[in-house]
């Protein structure tokens, strides 16, 4: 049996508490924050480490490695926002978030890269953040390397990466090894669907263990519905309970605390904000949302590929990520399992069937499209439907499906570079090709719409803008909320556009460097 | 062999490509499996709803009446794990289907679902996929995404994919089915 640190912590007496199980009556901490993913796991280590009394709140399950089970059917309802079936408004786009303990640094597969300099320079040029050049990031950066033992992954790639490369050779095209926050990785290529063996350096395993061991307590299974306010400070929190099966005769309540940080991600947090009505005379929350929406291209190989095994991403592609004109790309490969595989394939019968039996010759590509440096790349925008919930808005336009056009065509000439015997790009008008000239044609004329076009996201960013210009930003360098005194935000939320690259890295180096400089304030 | 089908041509195409169906009607309602399904979420006129569609797009894979019924009980689960709004709107197609007043609208004119062969449930499908209207498109790809997710999730429907766990952790994975709660 493997080790299990959570189960030995919550045994040694942490303070956790659930609809299940909740205390006879909260203290008053010195920071609740909110959400326990990149940014609010960072916060609690950082906080708590500086003698602050802390409260993490997580609207997820707390769970640990003896619940993963290596099973999709299980884990995305488990461990993912909206069961996995989190999307758009027009459906156009499914995201895929965590929802538990750890939030998506619990399932992301480990692909850790830091911020791209000319992300850096476009933010100093553009919005004000002169403060975040690549040389002041630098040793937080590597002080999250350090925490998370991120280097670069040094086994050989997988079958599904080594085609990336492969391709990547045969045309010319710039590539890179991957680093990831692993220590003694058993390289299984299940991290989405929560680390069996502890290997990840999650914050689930990390940074919320520290700061249990610090005293913080964690509430999970709790969302903030509200944040209360007056005069310019956060006066108190509202709860609901989340679980649905558990929570039935789970009471709502309410908290409060000196000093509150917002760490519930793109898309959740904007939504809590929006609910709360909080200060914004510049109206600017939840507009500015990006996606990296992601394009797909799928490939039969004359060999195994076996998608499903190893490390999930250890190659990447930044050929096409700063292009003179239009959308720039950046080309990874996803880990290939039956759900996610079954449930992306466009089309359903006879061609459907035959690639699923063909499961292990599959290679995928993917494209990442960098969103939100151009006047034509606005992102989306977050609100509410009836109920209070949280939706995502994210209209499409030519701009988009130009680059997403050219992403298609990319990852065609790619693969068949690296040996593909057909291509098929995910598009419900697109069948398989069986040359990259065919494949050509195909890509060049096929009608780029919503819902014809497969796209999909795994890193939602912005929403409340950081910056330097009081009336474009929501909160300025260090994550502090320019219309409430008491308010930090501290996640994915606050960047100014999408990376280029996958945020976790980005998030962990800003919120060390926020977490460090709001510790000092309240110490 | 790659083209770029015009809707109409797509039509015709799945019209074609169904022609071997013919005198299958597995997914009639009275093919339910016996057993009946402990639906938790789903009513019994969803669920019908749903045996009869699910079969039209898992097809040519077809399943007997243990996999339709083990299918629908993980549809039934996966419906309850889905926010309220989702769940909502996936209700509201299903019991859309039943009625045979609403289900002329969806189906271009043709009288109601139980009726359809299993050709006209596959005509159907890609009408909606295909269709300019994105309320459609939502429908087919709601529809697909549940019945894909609830099939291949299944590991006994793993095999036809060889796809397996890595050895140390088959016999671990079972045990670990039932999460603590927390």
Redesign the interface.
Known sequence: MLDDPIAKGLAAGWQ?Y?P?SLPERWPEFDVVIIGSGAGGGISAKILSEAGLSVLIIESG???SS?????????A???LYQ??A?RKTK??GIGILQGHCVGGSTTVNWTTSIRTPNATLQHWQDQHGLSALSEQHLQPYFEEAEQLLNISPWQVPPNANNRALQQGCEQLGWSHQVISRNVKGC?D???CGMGC?TNAKQSMLTTCIPQALEHSAWLL??YQVWTLEHKQGRVTGLTLKPTLAS?SNNAPSFSLSAKHVVMAAGSINGPALMLRSKLPDPHQLIGKRTFLHPVLISGALMPFKVEG??GAPQSVYSDQHLWPRQGLGYKLEVPPL???L???K?C????LH?QL??Q??RLQVCLALLRDGFDAHSQGGQVEL?D?G?A?LDYPFNDYFWDGARRALLSMAELQFAAGAEAVYPLH???????SWP??KT?IE??PME???TKVVSAHVMGGCPMGGDTQRSLVDDLGRYRHLENLSVIDGSILPTSLGANPQLTIYALALRASKALAQQLS | MSQRFTRRQFLLASLAGAGGLLGWYLSRPQDLPQQRVKARHLSATQLEVLAMMAPSLLYPIRPDAQQLHSLLQAIDQAYGYLPASTQQELSQLLNLLHRRGSFLLLSAGVSDLSKFSIKQRIQLLNYWRFHSLALLNQAYQGLHELVMASWYGNPANWPALDYQLPEPFKSFALERSTPHAG
């Open positions: 956790h659930s299940e399950r707390f769970r003896r619940d993963f089970n290596l099973q999709e059917a299980q995305y309802p488990d909206e069961a079936s027009d459906k058993w299984l290529g299940y069996p999970s299974g558990t499903h095994k399992h039956p759900i595989v079954a449930t394939l089309g359903f019968g006879k069937q699923m039996q499961f292990n439907r109920d919930s939706l419900e008008q697109a069948g398989l090709c069986f065919e494949a195909l004329t096929l919503a819902l014809q």
